[in-house]
């Protein structure tokens, strides 16, 4: 089934915040965890070696890139996992896929005639 791409000349969406927010070692932690559940600042603290105002700029540029929202919850803040917001990523990703898929019917379309060709020869 034919994937969908963009023409070559279409202007990519900009997945260069959300490159830039899964550039950290850190960050792809917090994403782990975050696509577990739900948590807060502190919760997401407990898991790594950081104080919380660390985890909580790591946790700005993962929002800055789409990747998680926040939402108020009293005075907690609750981060959540944004499965949308990987789309751009995923967009920039299938240009490289329709690259493959077209120089993979090209090698096949080339081994079926040599193919062909074989079958022909033998046949004389």
């Known amino acids: 089934m034919p994937r969908p791409s963009l023409p070559p000349d279409a202007p990519a969406p900009d ?15 917090i ?14 603290a407990q898991n790594f070696d950081m104080t919380r105002a660390a985890i909580k700029k790591h946790l700005t540029v993962l929002s800055d890139g789409g990747l998680i929202t926040v939402r ?39 081994i079926e005639d040599i193919e062909d060709v074989e079958k022909d020869q033998t046949h004389d």
């Not at 994403?31 to 997401?44: F, S, W």
């Not at 803040?77 to 751009?88: E, M, S």
């Not at 990523?89 to 379309?109: G, I, M, N, V, Y």
Request: hydrophobic share 45%.
């Open 31 to 44: 994403l782990r965890h975050l696509a577990q559940r739900d948590m807060t600042i502190a919760e997401v």
């Open 72 to 110: 108020a919850r009293g005075r907690e803040k609750i981060n959540a996992l944004n499965k949308d917001g990987f789309a751009p990523l995923l967009t920039w990703l299938e240009t490289f896929d329709q690259f493959w898929d077209d120089r993979l019917a090209a090698l096949k379309s080339a």
């Open 15 to 29: 997945a260069q915040p959300t490159f830039r927010a899964l550039s950290d070692p850190t960050r792809r932690g």
